[in-house]
T-cell receptor, first 111, second 113 residues
């Protein structure tokens, strides 16, 4: 069964600290992996999209990594800000373009 | 440039009532999608459209109908609402399928009593 699992479910960090969110998937064959940021009460907003041939992709303070062999991805947030408080969703697409959404990691950044 | 706009933002229905959720996009995208988001679950695809006049079933289509009479609009209908349809509904659009960004609306929070 195609699944996307994220960890941790929730995370609390202090402003200015770094953090890493994890995503493991069983989708096969694999086409691409996306990370979305969802603020409370808002729709998801795309951060990165990576194909199987890409290992790393950055978007400002957000850096996503992908290991297609181990079917793992991570999202690293550098020098966190209060505005980073949100849910971060990992989404994996197979060759049929069907998107499999993870349940998200809820990040809270405190001053 | 508004992107993807959903109306209404909130709605409370009684069991058995009907309603229509409206999604409008101003990016000239061909593809449009309706998802639902429930606590503890990832977004699930209800229906989607690959162009004006087309619709297709997604992962959880039962109890919903859709129409795409105009390219910019995608309507989601509930003919007879049930408490199991209490959820947050998101519309999204993209210019194609495959590895492209889907742009999401702000969501409609629906409660069915």
């Amino acid at each position: 069964k195609n699944q996307v699992e994220q960890s941790p479910q929730s995370l609390i960090i202090l402003e200015g600290k770094n953090c890493t969110l994890q995503c493991n998937y069983t989708v096969s064959p694999f086409s691409n992996l996306r990370w979305y940021k969802q603020d409370t009460g808002r729709g998801p907003v795309s951060l990165t999209i990576m194909t199987f041939s890409e290992n790393t992709k950055s978007n400002g303070r957000y850096t996503a990594t992908l290991d297609a062999d181990t079917k793992q991805s991570s999202l690293h947030i550098t020098a966190s800000q209060l505005s980073d408080s949100a849910s971060y969703i990992c989404v994996v697409s197979g060759i049929t373009d069907k998107l499999i959404f993870g349940t998200g990691t809820r990040l809270q950044v405190f001053p | 440039n508004a992107g993807v706009t959903q109306t209404p933002k909130f709605r409370v229905l009684k069991t058995g009532q009907s309603m229509t959720l409206l999604c409008a996009q101003d990016m000239n995208h061909e593809y449009m999608y309706w998802y639902r988001q429930d606590p503890g679950m990832g977004l699930r695809l209800i229906h989607y459209s690959v162009g004006e006049g087309t619709t297709a079933k997604g992962e959880v289509p039962d109890g919903y109908n859709v129409s795409r009479l105009k390219k910019q609009n995608f309507l989601l209908g509930l003919e007879s609402a049930a408490p199991s349809q209490t959820s947050v509904y998101f519309c999204a659009s993209s210019y194609s399928r495959g590895g492209v960004i889907q742009y999401f609306g702000a969501g409609t929070r629906l409660s069915v009593l």
